[in-house]
């Protein structure tokens, strides 16, 4: 059974109003946000907790949520704000952390085109788990894309910040093991990426993935493998672009059938 919902179940009305666009375009994104929202809550919540014991009030992982939205970086800001300051180490930690975000970047560039005061909420909230819904679903028939992208992005900033702010108000009086519950969002792309496979005819760019990654990490270890990984990739994707993007019995030069 598929993860997301079937596409074509949402038809196009005849010049909907401002406010039936939006809620069509919310309840369109909605149901590919529930996954997400299960891996953001628990991750959420692990790490208000660890706000907590670690001696921080609920609206510090509250803010933080809201305003950086990067759940790694959150994480290793704890052990920054218990030590001496040091903004460049700051900054230099959370370039590295996240410089993968470069990439998703430029892969949204034409998506987010047009997108008008919605491009720079886009841009801010892009996430992994964002990223890997707008780039990759075939948005429903009769829906608005930026809207549809703008409330994506929205539910799961949403899902985070309320996970976060829950888990600082409780992490007092509930205590459990976290162990293990980091791999809900490793589990969860996973099955992003078994959805694109499923649905891609041609999966160059999914072994490419793979193998680059599987590459990198041998020669530059777990903690250094993710740049070269997408420097690689990039470089491979865009040599291979007109290749990938038309069928193999296709003229790539023209687009027209050989």
């Known amino acids: 059974m598929s993860l997301y919902p079937e596409q074509s179940t949402l038809k ?4 909907p109003s401002r406010g039936t666009v939006i809620r069509q375009a919310l309840a369109a994104a ?17 790490y208000g907790i660890y706000m907590n014991v670690s001696g921080f009030s609920f609206w510090y992982p509250m803010l933080m949520a809201l305003v950086i939205f990067a759940g790694s970086v959150e994480f290793i800001t704890v052990n920054m704000l218990l030590n001496p300051f040091n903004p460049l180490q700051a900054l230099a930690m959370a370039l590295m952390i996240n410089a993968r975000h470069l990439f998703y970047g430029i892969s949204m560039l034409d998506r987010y085109k047009n997108a008008g005061w919605k491009k720079f909420y886009l841009i801010f909230g892009m996430c992994d788990e964002s990223f890997s819904i707008n780039y990759s679903v075939k948005i429903p028939e009769g829906i608005d894309r930026f809207w549809f992208m703008f409330f994506v992005t929205l539910l799961n900033h949403l899902y985070w910040v309320s996970g976060a702010t829950l888990g600082g108000l ?69 040599l291979l672009r007109r290749r990938m993007e038309y069928p193999a019995d296709t003229d790539c030069t023209t687009g027209e059938a050989a």
Do not use: R
């Open 12 to 15: 196009p009305k005849d010049n």
């Open 30 to 46: 909605f149901p590919y946000t529930i996954p997400i929202f299960a891996g953001f809550w628990f991750l959420g919540i692990t």
């Open 170 to 238: 409780l992490g007092s009086v509930i205590t459990f093991s976290t162990e293990g519950l980091s791999f809900a969002m490793t589990a969860l792309l996973v099955v992003i990426f078994l959805e694109q496979w499923l649905k891609d005819s041609v999966h160059i760019s999914e072994l490419l993935g793979l193998g680059i990654s599987l590459l990198c990490l041998i020669i530059f270890g777990a903690d250094g493998f993710i740049i070269p990984s997408m420097l690689l990739l990039l470089a491979l994707l865009t």
